[in-house]
């Protein structure tokens, strides 16, 4: 599974201690760490997603959940609340039976 990164070069060890040499390696292992560190990106042709939470209470933007029966991605000003109760109370009802 080929991501397409471009391979960091790791330059041959001089026989002696060389500061640049030694600057040209750190630099070429904070690539790698960048590189193993992106996702990158995802092509599949099978994808199955079980245990979907059903609102995005407590999950990272981007991240998936169901919703009355569809796929949704959680952003950050798009909440999808677990569920909305409400009661209130207008006037006063008196039932008689006789």
């Known amino acids: 599974m080929s991501r397409r990164l471009t391979?960091?070069?790791f330059p041959v060890p001089p026989p002696q201690y060389m500061q640049n040499y030694f600057a040209e390696l750190v630099r070429s292992f904070s690539v790698y760490l960048e590189q193993m560190q992106n996702p990158g990106d995802f092509r599949a042709t099978d994808l199955t997603?079980?245990?979907l939470q059903s609102d995005n209470v407590g999950l990272e933007v981007g991240a998936l959940f169901k919703s009355?029966?569809?796929i949704k991605i959680t952003e950050l000003d798009s909440p999808s609340l677990r569920g909305s109760v409400g009661t209130g109370q207008v006037g006063q009802v008196t039932v008689v039976i006789t």
């Open 68 to 70: 009355a029966g569809f």
């Open 7 to 9: 391979r960091p070069f």
């Open 49 to 51: 997603l079980t245990n």
